[in-house]
Structure formats: C-alpha cells, structure tokens
C-alpha cells in the first residue's frame, strides 16, 4: 500500500514551458487535491477533485489545469511556466462520505519546482 | 467562510522542555479540527484531529490538543520535547457546508525546533 505518490520529485523549467505533475493515490479515495506550499504561506489549494468525473477551482487556479484521469490519479498540468510558479506542490486524497469533514488527507511527497 | 491562525510562526524550545502551539480558527458552521505535522523534506501526517466528544485529543508522539469552543482554539500541546519534533506543524479546519460542499483550510504553520 503505497498511499500518495508523486512524480517527479524534483523538476527545474525555463519560463514558458509546460509540464505535468503526477499523483495517484491506491487507497480508493473519492477526493483528490492539488496544494502549493510556499514560506510563510501554508498550503493552498489549486484545484480539487471531489469525485471522479468532477474538478474544481481552489484558492489559487490560475495557471495551472488539471485532469482525473480515474479514480485514481489526478495530474496537474503547468500550460507555461512562471517563476511565481517556483514552489513546492503537493497532491492529496482524502475518503468521502455522508461525513466526509471527519476524514483525514492523506498527503504525496511533494514534487519540488524550479522555474528559471 | 472559515480561516485559521496560527500566530507564531517559529517556535524555539529546549529539548525536555515543554510547548504549545497555538491555533485560532473561524467559522460560520460547525468544524472538525486537525494538527497534522510535517518532517524536513516531507509531505504532511495526520498528527491528531477532533470530531466530538472529549475537549482533549491525544495524538501520536505525546502530543495533545485541546478545543476551547468559546474561545474558537486548538492549541497543541507536548509536555517534553525531543530533537526528533522539530518539524513544522500545521493546523487546519474542515467543514461541510450546504448542498455538500466540504471545505477544508489549513494555517500558515508553525516552525518548531528543538534546541539540544
């Protein structure tokens, strides 16, 4: 049971390229996320899956796109590359129900971006 | 609407000694409250979270948190540290709002480190 994982770890771009961040998650969860972590920001949301099928825009969209592919993976795509974009980017599932609020994330390892 | 503070940002303590990170948070609906810890160069794990029931939580490694709903709180709590707690820590808040919606956001987190 490998939980979240996270392709690639590390990733260096030149501003206006494009690249795909990879997750998927084995532990049959309904809910996907994409975070960015940035210093002295905490994690904000890029965009959420509530449910295979089903995307949303978080906090912080703009920029990026993003595809579930099925229930199991969520892919965040960078159409060209900013150096605001420099940040470290986190996916996560979580389990969803009638009580969802109650459940936890379950969090990949992060994929570190560079954008020169 | 909902947020989370967590007002200090990094938190320096002497190994043994005991702390308190401290988590406010604000609402318009009833929440669920979580702590989740992350190690250098890592993703985020759930330390522990409150639901209902008991004020007091215990969570994995000797950490406690306590709701104080007057005082919209989730202080976290360790009564002696080790080297091995220095990481940061994050606060967050879940809700569910009508027609389903769940939401979930986190603080800016909480550096600790543990001086030897």
């Known amino acids: 049971n490998a939980g979240v994982t996270q392709t690639p770890k590390f990733q260096v771009l030149k501003t206006g390229q494009s690249m795909t961040l990879q997750c998927a998650q084995d532990?049959?969860?309904?809910?996907m996320y994409w975070y960015r972590q940035d210093p002295g920001m905490g994690l904000r949301l890029i965009y959420y899956?509530?449910?295979?099928?089903?995307?949303d825009k978080g906090e912080v969209p703009n920029g990026y796109n993003v595809s579930r592919l099925n229930k199991r993976e969520f892919s965040l795509r960078l159409e060209s590359a900013a150096p605001s974009q420099t940040s470290v980017y986190f996916c996560?599932?979580?389990?969803?129900?009638?009580?969802?609020?109650?459940?936890?994330?379950?969090f990949g390892p992060g994929t570190r971006l560079l954008v020169l | 609407a909902q947020s989370v503070t967590q007002l200090d940002s990094q938190v320096p303590v002497f190994e043994e000694a005991p702390v308190e990170l401290r988590c406010n948070y604000s609402?318009?609906?009833?929440?669920?409250l979580f702590w989740y810890v992350q190690y250098p160069n890592q993703g985020l794990q759930l330390l522990l979270k409150?639901?209902?029931?008991?004020?007091l939580v215990k969570g994995i490694n000797g950490f406690e948190a306590e709701f104080n709903k007057s005082q919209t709180s989730f202080h976290l709590r360790k009564p002696s540290v080790h080297i091995s707690d220095t990481a940061e820590y994050f606060c967050?808040?879940?809700?569910?709002?009508?027609?389903?919606?769940?939401?979930?956001?986190f603080g800016t987190g909480t550096k600790l480190q543990v001086i030897p």
């Open positions: 532990m049959n969860h309904n809910s």
């Open positions: 899956s509530a449910s295979e099928g089903t995307t």
């Open positions: 967050a808040v879940s809700a569910t709002y009508s027609g389903g919606y769940q939401k979930v956001t």
């Open positions: 409150y639901l209902s029931g008991s004020t």
């Open positions: 996560a599932s979580r389990r969803m129900g009638p009580a969802g609020g109650q459940e936890t994330q379950y």
């Open positions: 609402s318009s609906v009833s929440v669920y």
